[in-house]
């Protein structure tokens, strides 16, 4: 099956500071690419959707300045938490898709974000 | 609006039991419903789906009927297996989104 990396798997970083979250299609070019975010106990919660070579389109409620999604390649979507506070701190989970249709999403393993 | 309901684990069972993971959920219109799976370190996979109601959903010995009545896509499976143990995830589909269920964590033991 298709398969999506993130990088790093875990980060752990100081209040103020940015944070990048790379996910890559290993095998497929994604047309879309989706972000997740995860609390415990809690269900995924879309975050924003990323076409290539556009810009992504938020949910209502997530900092679009907070939360940058950049969406290069066919191959690459990266997320960035800017000036991360320990609110942040979360479990962020990406998905990829090359077709249509919402279960045609293929996820990545999640970055663990710790903000101290 | 849309929302999922599952039951909270975690679940522990011995090898050989019989599995039932419940799931409710609401929604505006008619959505198509999912079950996906975590193994550790691993992302989320597609378990098995049903797009309409009455319809069975099946993959690997796992399945789920979708049943508008009730609102409820509960997972079962006759005799679960060790390498079964991971999350699984209830979701369904909604203005062309996926709205998940907070996944219950599921080990069985030798």
């Known amino acids: 099956g298709a398969v999506v990396s993130q990088h790093p798997s875990w980060v752990i970083c100081k209040s103020g500071t940015s944070v990048k979250i790379e996910c890559r299609s290993l095998d497929f070019q994604a047309t879309t690419m989706f972000w997740y975010r995860q609390f415990p106990k809690q269900s995924l919660m879309l975050m924003a959707t990323?076409?290539?070579?556009?810009?992504?389109?938020?949910e209502q409620g997530v900092e679009k300045d907070k939360f940058l999604i950049n969406h290069a390649s066919l191959t690459l979507s990266t997320l960035t938490v800017t000036s991360a506070h320990p609110e942040d701190s979360s479990f962020y989970i990406c998905s990829a898709s090359g077709g249509t249709g919402v279960d045609e999403q293929f996820f990545g393993p999640g970055t663990r974000l710790t903000v101290l | 609006g849309n929302s999922v309901t599952q039951m909270e684990g975690p679940v522990t069972l011995s090898e050989e039991a019989f599995l039932t993971i419940n799931c409710t959920y609401t929604a505006t219109g008619y959505p198509s419903l999912f079950w996906y799976v975590q193994y550790p370190g691993e992302g989320l996979q597609l378990l098995l789906k049903a797009t309409k109601a009455d319809d069975k959903g099946s993959n690997k010995g796992f399945e789920a009927t979708y049943r508008k009545e009730t609102t409820s896509f509960h997972l079962e499976k006759g005799s679960v297996q060790v390498s079964d143990s991971a999350v699984y995830f209830c979701a369904l589909n909604g203005a062309n989104n996926l709205f998940f269920g907070t996944g219950t964590r599921l080990t069985v033991i030798p």
């Open positions: 990323s076409n290539e070579g556009s810009k992504a389109t938020y």
